[in-house]
């Protein structure tokens, strides 16, 4: 018989169904893991063992089985306040905060039936694109423990890879999601502005950072999502009257079903070529092609497109993003030398800019989404690639200059950020094994709201590719 975690989440939600396993013995189960495995590789800040387990007997004795994770374990994101349970952001600053009350999302899983294990690894308040915190042990590739994992979701996409968890919960600002997925192996699915309730983006600055899952599978990927945009399996209770144009059914459905024919785009362009120099490694290009000739294959049409150059996208993100890092609670020399040079870099950026260059610099991006939606309008999804690099070594980032390391980020990453500021829904799937053993991914991006659409096309080629029977080595 498989282990549990040899099965994908969907299997073991049906063996949990069936009584075949229970939310304590598959606790237990990944608990071992992550005891055997995650010294070497950093994937948990913080596991709370005791916790879980009286959470997994209380899922198991009080809540209905018809809860969409019911006894389904995961683990929060360390940028996640959970009740009781030290929440580090990433940073030597926070060593010592300990919240009282719990965040929608963490709510949000709860109430679906899951059974957190404890904290997932993340870089300093989740701003950089790699999880190599000097809070603690970096976040290190399961594929290469010499390589990072990306970022910031890097823990969650380490412990799925790994197989300390089943599937895991992101948050993603400018690609934090897709990012460590591409470089892990795993499905990484950025929802629409709006979509998840309780992780909307609709009151983060510049609409940028939403929810979303990390999976090995593009099922367990739809299975995290449904359970976070309708905890109670009936309805999403929507905070705000903006949200994401609605679609009929549970986004299982699509994902299983994996049907329909699309007009394609295929897309190497970024927002970022005007103002920095961005090159494609082979094994991006070898990714991105095989991923079109398979979708060619599929029936899809497939038609090469490329971005107008915007000259103002550039300076706005860097506004943002400096913007964000200057409400980072740290006041006076001694607090903010407890934080990396990167992050000081960007507060003391963010703080010395004024009310008009924010305004300026939301009105920047409001344009390019109107202009990003526009000019991808005709394609039911973009193919793009998903890092332009292959995963990059612990240590490689530039720890002192914050512009050089600013610049590192963009050339690793170009193909994301520029979806979270179009509020659009994307998917990473990791469809190429490099000569050197590493997982190379695709991103496609869909119209607003259109995930199904994404989850089709990514099952389509899940079967022909099967990615999921990949193992990291000695996992």
Not at 252 to 267: D, I
Not at 279 to 291: D, G, H, I, V, Y
């Amino acid at each position: 018989m498989s282990q549990p975690h040899e099965l994908t989440a969907l299997e073991q939600w049906q063996a949990l169904q069936r009584g075949d396993l229970r939310p304590t013995e598959l606790a237990l189960h990944y608990l071992a893991r992550i005891e055997e495995l995650n010294p070497s590789l950093g994937a948990f800040v913080t596991v709370t063992a005791d916790a879980a387990l009286e959470r997994a007997r209380h899922v198991e004795a009080h809540v209905p089985r018809t809860a969409p994770l019911w006894g389904l374990p995961f683990g929060d994101k360390d940028l996640q306040r959970r009740a009781g349970v030290p929440a580090r952001f990433g940073s030597r600053l926070m060593a010592d905060f300990v919240p009282e009350d719990s965040d929608d999302l963490v709510q949000a899983l709860d109430a679906a039936g899951g059974v957190s294990l404890g904290k997932t690894n993340t870089p300093e308040f989740g701003l950089p694109s790699y999880t190599e915190s000097l809070a603690g042990a970096p976040a290190r590739n399961p594929w290469n423990p010499a390589l990072g994992a990306g970022g910031s979701s890097g823990g969650a996409a380490v412990a799925v890879a790994a197989r300390m968890l089943p599937f895991a919960p992101g948050s993603d600002g400018g690609g934090s999601i897709r990012i460590p997925a591409a470089a892990c192996g795993l499905v990484g699915l950025k929802p629409s502005r709006g979509r998840v309730p309780a992780s909307s983006g609709i009151d983060s600055l510049g609409g940028l950072a939403v929810a979303g899952p990390l999976a090995r599978t593009v099922a367990d990927a739809a299975l995290l999502l449904d359970a976070m945009v309708t905890p109670s399996g009936s309805r999403p209770e929507h905070h705000f009257a903006l949200r994401a144009p609605a679609e009929d059914g549970p986004l299982l459905a699509a994902a299983v079903r994996g049907e329909g024919r699309f007009q394609l785009g295929v897309m190497t362009t970024s927002a970022w070529d005007g103002d920095y120099e961005i090159r494609l490694a082979p094994e991006a290009l070898a990714a991105l092609a095989l991923a079109t000739s398979e979708l060619s294959a599929l029936g899809h049409g497939l038609e090469e497109t490329a971005l107008r150059p915007d000259a103002g996208y550039a300076p706005a993100f860097r506004t943002i993003w400096q913007t964000g890092a200057a409400t980072i609670p740290a006041d006076g020399a001694e607090q903010e030398d407890r934080l990396e040079p990167l992050t000081r870099w960007l507060l003391r950026r963010g703080r010395e800019l004024t009310a008009r260059d924010l305004a300026e610099a939301l009105a920047a991006l409001n344009a390019f989404e109107r202009s990003f939606i526009a000019q991808l309008s005709r394609f039911g999804a973009v193919l793009t690639p998903a890092l332009a690099l292959t995963p990059r070594p612990v240590g490689w980032y530039d720890g002192a200059d914050g512009e050089r390391n600013f610049a590192q980020q963009v050339q690793y990453t170009p193909f994301t950020s520029m979806v979270n500021v179009a509020g659009l829904p994307a998917i990473v799937l990791p469809v190429l094994q490099t000569s050197a053993g590493l997982p190379m991914g695709v991103q496609l991006i869909g119209r607003p709201g259109g995930e199904a659409t994404l989850l089709s096309i990514g099952a389509q080629l899940e079967r022909r590719l099967r990615w999921q029977d990949r193992l990291p080595p000695g996992v």
